[in-house]
């Protein structure tokens, strides 16, 4: 095994874990940041984020010396053989792609260059859209080192796949390799080095060309984000025929090889940093270039819509909200993180406050960041039983482990009126209606036999 020195710029969910996945082989992993507080609490063993496994991991990278966070990024550069270039593409207010910060970090790793005189791979791990790493990244690149593509430097754009909530299982367990290479240099570069990453794991690899590759990570994107707009329309179809179920529906249709079974959990919509963000892009690139794509307008559209589900549903068991006490299980736009980010939670919350409701929310470590966002609008409960005391309804959004180990009674001994609207499917409609008012995505009349859920 070759003993590789790698730079990494940008600190996110991907920089971090790449590194992170990196050192643990016993790479020379060096991140960079201009954050000071972030690069002292990296150092320290302490990620700046939730995120599974991680900090023990980085703790035990950090003490063995393999990984390190600097404030000096052309150092990194200088002292490495390839550098990861993995900061945050936001979209603007329009959807379209935000490239500030790439077009940043392409100048700073060309300047860096600029002072380099051995060979250097160069490679855009972030998100970005097609002609981005040829057109933007490229000619940056060259004028700040002054050197040429593929001769002094290689450039490859390899997207990443990585889930949140298992970001550094993903980075050491990758379905797949996608390598997009400006030259064959610079390919062979990097498959090399993967191929001494994951040695006899090595997943199987695609070589393609740059905007192949940029348009890959779109396209796998827009495609789960399709399954899940899908199945929330199934699930919208199901209410609408009784004893429909479309948990059922999704099983059955998983079982075919052609559609698989991930993917297609009905609920309140898709969230999170990624998919809403990437659709948008790429809404936004496609009639850039002269194409209208309807379909992802309309799975945009399904998960815009989707949400307010949940509160149509509060309506029709609750009737008016004004002055009801709402209780929400689970903030984060997944379980397993404390990530916020276009999480459904935000636009319910809001959508009943503007009813009049009032709301306390429970989430075993989203919070904080709510907190920052709702501030002192909402109650904010340190427990599910406690958020449930004195509801009126309660909607789950997030379906964290804990909240799918409530029992009704946890329900009917806690809340004042005993009205349940599950988002995410956890609960069984059949046990649950029984001893409660009961509603829940996807479920079609006639599901909910019990008397408690007579009006
Ligand atoms: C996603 C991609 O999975 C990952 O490959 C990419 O690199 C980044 O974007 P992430 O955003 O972390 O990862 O979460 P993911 O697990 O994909 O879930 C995204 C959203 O879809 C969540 O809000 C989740 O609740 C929702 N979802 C997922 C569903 O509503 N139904 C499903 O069946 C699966």
């Known amino acids: 095994m070759k003993s590789y020195c790698i730079s990494i710029v940008g600190t996110g969910y991907v920089g971090l874990c790449t590194a992170v996945a990196f050192a643990t082989k016993g790479y020379q992993a060096i991140t960079s940041t201009h954050d000071k507080q972030k690069s002292a609490s990296i150092n320290k063993g302490i990620p700046p984020f939730y995120e599974l496994n991680l900090q023990e991991t980085l703790q035990k990278v950090v003490r ?67 002609g981005t790493t040829e057109n933007v990244v490229k000619p940056i690149l060259e004028k700040y080192s002054c050197a040429h593509c593929g001769v002094d430097f290689g450039l490859c754009m390899n997207p990443e796949f990585l889930r949140e909530g ?49 348009l890959i990570k779109y396209a796998s994107n827009a495609f789960l984000a399709t399954k899940i707009s899908f199945i929330n ?27 698989g079974p991930l993917f297609l959990n009905a609920g309140l919509g898709y969230g999170g940093s990624c998919f809403p963000k990437d659709v948008k892009a790429l809404i936004a690139h496609s009639k850039t270039l002269g194409y209208a794509p309807d379909l992802l307008e309309a799975v945009e559209n399904v998960n815009e819509t989707q949400l307010y589900k949940a509160v149509q549903l509060c309506r029709n068991l609750l009737i008016d909200l004004k002055g009801k006490n709402i209780a929400i299980l689970g903030l984060a736009f997944k379980p397993n993180i404390d990530d916020i ?20 929310a429970y989430d075993p470590v989203a919070i904080l960041k709510a907190k920052s966002i709702f501030k002192n609008k909402i109650k904010y409960a340190s427990s599910s039983i406690e958020c449930l005391k004195g509801a009126d309804c309660c909607i789950l959004v997030t379906e964290w482990e804990e909240f799918k180990k409530l029992k009704p009674e946890d329900f009917t001994k806690n809340m004042r009126q005993t009205i349940l609207i599950d988002g995410r499917r956890v609960y069984n409609p059949e046990e649950f209606s029984k001893k409660l008012k009961f509603a829940a995505i996807g479920l079609g009349p006639g599901n909910l036999k019990s008397t408690a859920n007579k009006p």
């Open 64 to 130: 063995d010396g393999h990984l390190e966070c600097t404030l000096k990024r052309q150092e990194a550069i200088l002292n490495t053989d390839i550098t990861f270039i993995a900061v945050a593409t936001p979209s603007k207010p329009d959807g379209s792609i935000d490239l500030q910060h790439i077009e940043n970090a392409a100048k700073e790793v060309g300047q860096a260059l600029n002072k380099k005189d051995t060979y250097h791979l160069v490679v855009v791990k972030s998100t970005v859209v097609p």
């Open 166 to 214: 298992s970001a550094l299982h993903d980075a050491l367990n990758p379905d797949r390799i996608i390598i997009g290479e400006h030259d064959q240099k610079s390919g062979d570069g990097l498959e090399v080095f993967y191929r001494d990453f994951y040695a006899e794991k090595m997943p199987p690899l695609i070589r393609t060309n740059l905007p192949t590759a940029e």
């Open 233 to 259: 329309t199934v699930a919208n179809i199901c209410e609408k025929i009784p004893g429909a179920d479309v948990t059922m529906v999704a099983k059955g249709i998983g079982l075919d090889k052609r559609i």
């Open 341 to 360: 980010r276009e999480a459904r939670s935000i636009l319910i919350i809001n959508q009943l406050l503007k009813e009049g409701a009032n709301i306390i």
